[in-house]
Structures are given as structure tokens and as C-alpha cells.
């Protein structure tokens, strides 16, 4: 079954103490993606990745890392986490190449920052 | 960059009666139109999408027109059933932003019985 698997799907942190999100997928997509979602505003893309070892920042980069070493996973690293960046976050990944090339999300990770 | 608006921000329908969500895009280059369903604790799936050279595609009870010139396109679903209660986002891609998504706002929708 096509999966983009994402974890911890909840989590309570305090601010400041470094954490990382990972998003793995199962369908040898090239294209991943990290986005947040907040009420009102939709769904912001935060760092993109075309493929491996390959990475670029979206609308809402600042305060977030990725890494792309493996083509399958892409996590999401809060170094120095805050309060503004409690959020819903969702991992995405598609194919490339010629077509629409239908993105597929994760199920989400509710991220509390306290 | 892109941006999306999207309207209304709620939605409320009886069972049955048409549900219709618009939105408009600001990069005339955008070529790719998804919309995506997200239920209750779920991330989005995709429902439906079109292409710029395409004014309307219909899936069963969902359909999406397109208007290139006036750059705005919308989400219709007829019959309207309560398991279709969901957020709804619509989104572009630009023509030259390979894979990324401009969302919009989202809405809210509520079928009730």
C-alpha cells in the first residue's frame, strides 16, 4: 500500500529542546515535502527536496532543518523548538517528471511547544 | 509567488442539496488545480484535479471548473451526503514551482442529516 508514514504522530515538547520528525515513504518518490497547517492560513510549505541530498526552503523555512540522505525518508529538525511553531505538520511526497503527479500526505503530527 | 483565496471559509448544507467551493489564484503561469478532502485527524487526499488546458472534469458527484482568463476555479458537489462533511482545500502549482502547492484557506464543510 502506497504510505507516506509519519512519527511521532503527537508530541509535547518544551521549548528549546532539540527534536526531529521523520516522514518516510514507500513509493520511491523523488519529491518530498514538509508543510504546516494552521487554522486560517492553510497549509504552508516549510522545506521541499527534489531528490537525494538535495533540499531547498518553502514559504516558511525559518526555524526548521531537513536532511535528505535516503530517498525514501526526509525528516524535520527543530533545533531550538518555540511556541510558534506548535502546529500540525504534514509530510508529502510525489513523483517528478512529466504529468500531475499526485502528491500524497501523511497522516500529520501534532506538535505542541510549551 | 502564488497566491490562493478560497470561500466561504464555512459551508453548511443539507443532505442533498450542492455544495460549492471557489477559489482564485494570482500566478497566471499555474497550470495544476488539485482539491484536497481532509477528514477528521487525517491528512489530505486528493479528490480531484485539473489541468490549465481544461475548463471542467467531473468524478461521480464532484466536479471542478476552471477559468483561465478570470483565474479562479471551483469545487461542486451535488447530492451532498454527511460522510462528504470534511475540510476542503483547493491549491495551485505554478509553472515554474515543480511539485510545490500554494494552499488555500480551506473550508469547512457541514452536510447535515
Known amino acids: 500500500e502506497a504510505q507516506v508514514t509519519q512519527n511521532p504522530r503527537y508530541l509535547i515538547t518544551v521549548t528549546g529542546k532539540k527534536l526531529t520528525v521523520t516522514c518516510s515513504q514507500n513509493?520511491?518518490?523523488?519529491?518530498m515535502s514538509w508543510y504546516r497547517q494552521d487554522p486560517g492560513l492553510g497549509l504552508r510549505q516549510i522545506y521541499y527536496s527534489m531528490n537525494v541530498e538535495v533540499t531547498d526552503k518553502g514559504d516558511v523555512p525559518e526555524g526548521y532543518k531537513v536532511s535528505r540522505k535516503e530517498k525514501r525518508n526526509f525528516p524535520l529538525i527543530l533545533e531550538s523548538p518555540s511556541p510558534n511553531q506548535t502546529s500540525l505538520y504534514f509530510c508529502a511526497s510525489s513523483r517528478t517528471g512529466t504529468g500531475p503527479n499526485t502528491i500524497y500526505f501523511g497522516e500529520g503530527s501534532w506538535l505542541t511547544v510549551v | 509567488g502564488e497566491n490562493v483565496e478560497q470561500h466561504p471559509s464555512t459551508l453548511s448544507v443539507q443532505e442533498g442539496d450542492s455544495a460549492v467551493i471557489k477559489c482564485t489564484y494570482s500566478?497566471?503561469?499555474?497550470?495544476?488545480f488539485p482539491w484536497y478532502k481532509q477528514e477528521l485527524g487525517k491528512g489530505p487526499q486528493l479528490i480531484i484535479d485539473?489541468?490549465?488546458?481544461?475548463g471542467e472534469k467531473k468524478d461521480q458527484r464532484i466536479a471542478v471548473t476552471l477559468n483561465k482568463t478570470a483565474k479562479h476555479f471551483s469545487l461542486h458537489i451535488t447530492e451532498t451526503q454527511p460522510e462528504d462533511s470534511a475540510v476542503y482545500f483547493c491549491a495551485a502549482r505554478g509553472g515554474t514551482s515543480y511539485g510545490k502547492l500554494t494552499f488555500g484557506q480551506g473550508t469547512i464543510l457541514t452536510v447535515h442529516p
Open positions: 485539473i489541468r490549465s488546458n481544461v
Open positions: 500566478d497566471s503561469a499555474s497550470n495544476y
Open positions: 513509493m520511491n518518490h523523488e519529491y
